[in-house]
């Protein structure tokens, strides 16, 4: 199942500072992709931070946004098979043709084309969506489709199949921000990128990992309240989920999310309402926090069977209604008390 909302549910860092410290932390907040950063580091080197997080951003965009006219992706979407894309398109590609693999299809950068037809995402709704306009709309769903020929330009089963890297370019870009401050002799980083995060070293200030908060699915009011509190070193973690757009079940008060299967294009229910991913880099915490959404808590539970390096934190809604959560061993500890 596919998410039908491609909310991120924000996960707030909160750093702890020691007043009798020495160490001076940088920080720079802005926009980036469409959402907000923050990057926290401590480095005796001035670095020009603000141009390298533009350039970044800008790289990205040329490459991978659909919301740009000019863009690569954009022009590939439209049917241009001249396009030659960059390393970073086909890293990204990559990434995601092996998270389509391991989900068996229930990560799938093409489904936009459904999410948009049921009326969930920025395209227009297809108010008569019966099982044959469904069935048609199938034929543009499948990574499996696509294919990056040898001198780097894009091939698609069909022109109209629509290419959306939303769910995987943050935590990319996450990473090339990281590489950037690494190659600068910076040892100790947080860094935010509308939700998602990747930490290296410890924070100079406490002398400790960094330490980061998950949503509680349930809150209210303006008033920021935690699931879990964790703390990172040297990993990236990315958090998906959509449980403020939840439906209660009548009968049973269960909580359910809708999704889009890729596979069926129908509309689902799931008890998923957040996936909360550690793996060695961000771009994969990202992929695999949103297959995670996608596949719902029994295929996402059969799946981390067989994946290595990758820990997580799921909240589920239970047949009573209740709010459950799955942890694997390597996350529980990294949580903090």
């Not at 950063?37 to 080197?45: I, L, P």
């Not at 040297?234 to 009968?251: E, L, P």
């Not at 309402?273 to 771009?283: F, G, K, P, Q, R």
Request: hydrophobic share 40%; charged share 20%.
């Amino acid at each position: 199942m596919y998410r039908i909302s491609f909310y991120i549910i924000l996960v707030l860092f909160m750093v702890s500072c020691d007043s009798n410290s020495n160490s001076e932390i940088t920080n720079f907040q802005g926009e980036a992709l469409g959402t907000t950063y923050s990057v926290q580091y401590f480095s005796e080197e001035n670095i020009e931070f603000t141009r390298a997080m533009d350039s970044i951003v800008n790289l990205v965009n040329l490459s991978m946004s659909t919301y740009l006219e000019n863009s690569d992706i954009s022009r590939i979407n439209r049917g241009d098979s001249s396009v030659v894309v960059d390393e970073h398109f086909v890293n990204v590609f990559n990434a995601s043709q092996k998270i389509y693999t391991q989900s068996n299809g229930f990560f799938d950068p093409t489904v936009g084309v459904l999410v948009n037809a049921y009326g969930f995402g920025p395209g227009k709704s297809i108010t008569d969506l019966y099982a044959e306009r469904l069935d048609s709309l199938n034929q543009l769903v499948g990574l499996n489709k696509v294919k990056i020929r040898e001198n780097s330009t894009v091939s698609k089963e069909h022109p109209e199949i629509f290419i959306d890297f939303n769910a995987i370019a943050k935590g990319y870009t996450i990473d090339l921000v990281g590489d950037f401050l690494e190659s600068h002799g910076v040892s100790g980083y947080l860094i935010e990128l509308g939700g998602e995060l990747k930490a290296r070293g410890v924070n100079s200030s406490t002398g400790k990992e960094w330490l980061v908060g998950i949503d509680h699915p349930l809150q209210q009011g303006p008033q920021r309240q935690f699931k879990a509190k964790v703390k990172l070193q040297n990993v990236a973690m990315a958090t998906s989920g959509n449980y403020r757009k939840y439906r209660i079940d009548s009968i049973t008060g269960q909580r359910f999310v809708h999704t889009v299967n890729p596979i069926t294009g129908f509309a689902e229910k799931s008890n998923l309402l957040s996936a909360s991913v550690i793996a060695e880099n961000c771009m994969f915490a990202d992929g695999y926090a949103t297959a995670l959404m996608a596949m719902g808590l029994d295929r996402s539970i059969t799946m981390l069977k067989e994946l290595k390096s990758v820990e997580v934190y799921l909240i589920y809604s239970d047949e009573n209604g209740e709010m459950r959560t799955f942890v694997t061993p390597g996350f529980s500890t990294n949580l903090v008390e």
